[in-house]
């Protein structure tokens, strides 16, 4: 993995902004979050068909905002297009973590640590409606209970597809399995490029940002701890 703006994992919660109140409130945040997941889901199919209409009329306000002329042939489409592929890219808010479980945590007597890295995320900034994309590495120690490998990446999915800001995105994972499972611990390390800082203000083509989350023994044993980053780092 290359960084070039950062070269070593932080130990708990952190994020390269350094911005976000450090690593205290972890434990706290993940309660907060922990009623609310299992209930999310802010919109449906047949939302995303009745504001169609209004999304694409928006996009083409910001057509003539940006002095082009929504009737040139080129752009005819452009609005319509455009808002179905921004439902598309948020279409995390039409699914619960819940529905992705179901079925899916097995009773199982393992107790080696299970990692699943590379795991591809593209995502939106929250702030500039422009994409995050990076890779997400997972890894927990079980406690009794296991999830389907493939759902970890389904994980990721509905999280990432919605606006987001990356500390919370990790976070937001590392809290759903926890709950899910109840491991002995887990970590979450996101490495993402976000078009915001690439496309605009310092454009540095190869900067990354990386987050990680930490819960349980990942947080609290340095072994453990080093023995996940060095996985995902093979
Ligand atoms: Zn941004």
Known sequence: MDHSKHSQYPSADKTDSGDTGGSSGS??????VMESWKEE????????EMSLPSLAA???????????????????????RAATAMQFFTKGYQEKIIDVLNDAIFDEDHDEMVI???IDMFSMCE????????????GYLPNKRVLGLSKLARIVEIYSRRLQVQERLTKQIAVAITEALQPTGVGVV???THMC????????MNSKTVTSTMLGVFREDPKTRDEFLTLIRS
């Open 27 to 32: 434990h706290r945040a993940a309660a907060s």
């Open 41 to 48: 889901r802010t919109r449906s199919v047949e939302d995303n």
């Open 58 to 80: 928006a996009y083409t306000t910001i057509l003539r905002g940006l002095g082009e002329d929504p009737q040139r042939q080129g752009l005819l489409k452009t609005p319509w």
């Open 116 to 118: 699943v890295k590379d």
């Open 127 to 138: 702030h500039h409606l422009v994409p995050i994309f990076g890779r997400v590495h997972i």
């Open 190 to 192: 996101i490495e993402a």
């Open 197 to 204: 800082m690439v496309m605009r203000g310092v454009q540095k």
